[in-house]
């Protein structure tokens, strides 16, 4: 599954979710959690099969991740069951800090799960593992807050943090998602923030606006340029080994086996 996109919108906000079908996201996190003022989770989940059927638009091809509050609140057990009655594809668990709290959904739905405190960070290789995990994100925002950090533009202080969620994420073998931007009217931040995810090995990011989907796709796709570039490095290397050489120099740099793996990933990724 493409998971370049991860589009929220509040839970309880019916006319935002019927806009989904238009957005074009890899998939849309419906908001039980931050999105949904506390007063109004209990309606929101008496709503919830609705606002997913509008979400959805008759299309099958709409992924919604219902996000629930997290382990140890009232509201997630039954954020977990209004979801799964509601007919959602997967979950989105906040604040996840250990594997034993993907077992505690008691779901048997994909989980994408956000690490996003100091505790998570250092439990990641064993939320990314957990059974259920279809990805997990890096919350940024709640880890500078947790490690009584303050945030800046270039984000050195969550770099660490960052890098370890992605590795976590690429030894289990599943997708990682990078923090929001809550500068929303900054296009240029968020396409240099996901310039520098895309560099460090993740696979999308988290969008707050419909805006930020398309700027997304654009920095998490391979461009033309480097698309082309990759097939004639595929096609020098595949020559040089048939004639006995290990290594190669093209274009005035040295390919072997790594640089080759990256130039293959890069022509998979365009052709997904």
């Not at 957005?23 to 919830?48: F, H, N, Q």
């Not at 050195?156 to 960052?162: C, H, K, N, P, Q």
């Not at 040089?240 to 290594?247: D, F, L, M």
């Amino acid at each position: 599954m493409l998971l370049r996109s991860l589009l929220f919108a509040p839970a309880n906000r019916p006319e935002l979710l019927a806009k989904f079908p238009g957005v074009g996201a890899d998939a849309y996190a419906p908001d039980l959690e931050d999105g949904t003022p506390p007063a109004a989770r209990e309606a929101a989940r008496a709503g919830l099969a609705e606002a997913l059927k509008g979400a959805r638009g008759g299309r099958s091809d709409i992924k919604l991740f219902v996000r629930v509050n997290a382990i140890g609140s009232e509201d997630s057990p039954k954020d977990v069951a209004a979801a799964e009655a509601a007919g959602a594809d997967g979950l989105v668990l906040p604040k996840a800090e250990s594997a034993g709290d993907i077992a505690a959904l008691g779901t048997r739905l994909p989980i994408i799960a956000g690490i996003e405190s100091v505790r998570g960070v250092v439990e990641a290789n064993a939320i990314a593992k957990a059974a259920g995990v279809l990805a997990v994100y890096f919350g940024a925002e709640d880890f500078a807050a947790d490690i009584g950090g303050r945030r800046t533009k270039e984000g050195l202080e969550v770099l660490y943090a960052r890098s370890q969620v992605v590795i976590a994420a690429k030894a289990a073998g599943v997708k990682a998602l990078d923090q929001v931007v809550i500068d929303i009217r900054d296009d240029d931040g968020f396409r240099r923030d996901a310039e520098m995810a895309r560099n460090l090995g993740y696979d999308g990011k988290m969008c707050l606006l419909p805006r930020q989907v398309g700027l997304a796709h654009e920095a998490f796709a391979p461009s033309a340029t480097e698309i082309d570039r990759a097939a004639r490095l595929i096609a020098a290397y595949e020559k040089a080994t048939a004639e006995g050489k290990g290594t190669i120099d093209f274009e005035g740099r040295m390919v072997d086996p790594p640089i080759l793996k990256a130039a293959q990933a890069i022509l998979a990724a365009g052709r997904a």
